[in-house]
């Protein structure tokens, strides 16, 4: 099971989001079972998820939270983001 952040709409529209990440998504999914930590409920995600908690991306405190509650719902053998400001923002927090 992997945790994967999403990029949050504000960011990349939902069309260009599945234009440039459903194929990453879509591989790991084929590989892996994917719960998302997203700033939005899913949309074209979807078909590749098998869970999803809502968090602001911006917020330690609550994508903290929404980490623990996936925690708590599957064992998880990783987690993975595809942007690189998640990095920056946790290691702001350090």
């Known amino acids: ?7 949050p709409s504000c ?3 939902p069309s260009r989001s599945e234009a440039y990440r459903g194929y990453c998504l879509q591989g790991i ?8 930590i997203a700033g939005e409920e899913p949309t074209w995600e979807v078909p590749y998820i098998r869970d999803c908690v809502v968090a602001d991306p911006l917020d330690h405190d609550a994508l903290m939270t929404a980490a623990r509650i996936l925690a708590s719902r599957y064992h998880l053998a990783g987690v993975l983001t595809w942007t690189e400001w998640y990095l920056a923002t946790r290691r702001a927090y350090r």
């Open 11 to 13: 960011s990349s529209p």
């Open 29 to 36: 999914a084929a590989a892996y079972a994917v719960v998302l």
């Open 1 to 7: 099971m992997l945790c994967c952040p999403t990029v």
